[in-house]
């Protein structure tokens, strides 16, 4: 390797965007020495199998566990960052130790956004939440569910799986933010057929009582169960990294590699990337991994590196629906079928957005998702 190559690289951060990193690091032709630092004490896991199959999983083993890593990487797990050098080029951790590097990769994600700090508000972001939930589940408690997000609904869909009596708190219609009208409504629908009770509401607060925890919302009516889950946004975890100068309103901004300097990449869900409306973060599956790719190879190659050309993708299944959905939600109107029709059973769907672009989503449809793709791409 050249001169110019780095000899040390640390990536701070064990989930997918760290792990993405490390192996891409060395498929671009690092051959020194690599470090992954992440501060839970299990290797990198699927978070999306979180909220679906591992709530119904038996044994608890399979629907999250990924391949074992290719990077041959010095791995510190249960180790957390907590503070970054960029001058002298360390990133120190909570066990007094600091760690010299020529590159790093700022991978460290986000944390559940909670609406209080009372410990029955529980939420849904790591591993062992998922294992906790799904053994208090065994019990057939009933269940509230604050947030009409995908998460929320995905949370909600698992709790009634497992014979749960479940009830669903949502700032105006679940879903319809996220997905648009039309899609939200199947979704919905196919809730409340399998019997989850939905409450609108304009806002919500959880406040503590003499049981644990309840919501109140903005008219006053006061809900409680016997498990509070609440699932209403996530916060980056850049706390560490104050003082740097890298932190712009809570995100990470970075260039089109992913590139905070030319030392420094951010990844996954703390990182904003550029956008015609400013930096934005993607807190998606599919974005931290193309992310991680883009970015681990500006750190080996530099400007010769491409940058990131990053297609949306979104997945979810819920309420006994599956949907794959290619290209920018939410989508408006109603959609032109390219397979089945509307009433119900698989179809695949197109949006033709103001912008040009276009959006394709497979509902319950086993279409692969690169002709998914290839259809946004031919109708553009």
Known sequence: MSAGTPRRVVVVGNGIAGLTAADTLREAGFDGELTVVGDETHPAYSRPALSKALLLDGDGTSSHTLPPPGHGATELLGVRATGLDLDRRLVALDDGTALPYDRVVLAT????????????????????????LRRRLA?????????????????????????CRVTLVSQGAPLADRLGPHLAGVFVAA??????????????????CAGGARVVLDDGTVLDAEILLTAVGD????????????VVNGAVPVDARGLARPEVAAVGDLAALPSP???RRIPLWSSAIEQAKAAARAL???????????????????????????GHLPAAGEPAYADGEPGGGPALMTWSREDGSTTAVALNHRIPVPRLRRMTRAAS
């Open 235 to 246: 916060v980056p975890n850049t706390e560490w990294l104050a003082g740097t100068g890298l």
């Open 277 to 279: 409306q400013g930096p």
């Open 300 to 326: 080996v190659h530099g400007e010769e590196a491409p940058p990131l050309a990053f297609q949306p993708y979104f997945w979810t299944e819920q309420f006994g629906l599956s949907l794959k959905a290619v």
């Open 139 to 163: 019990g057939r408690p009933s269940v509230l569910v604050v947030g009409g997000g995908p998460l929320g609904m995905e949370i909600a869909s698992g709790c009634l799986a497992a014979g």
């Open 109 to 132: 994600g986000s944390r559940a956004r909670r609406l209080s700090e009372l410990p029955d508000e529980i939420t849904l972001r790591g591993l062992d939440d998922a294992l906790t």
């Open 191 to 208: 809730a409340r057929e399998r019997g989850l009770t939905v409450v609108e509401t304009g806002g919500a607060r959880v406040e503590g």
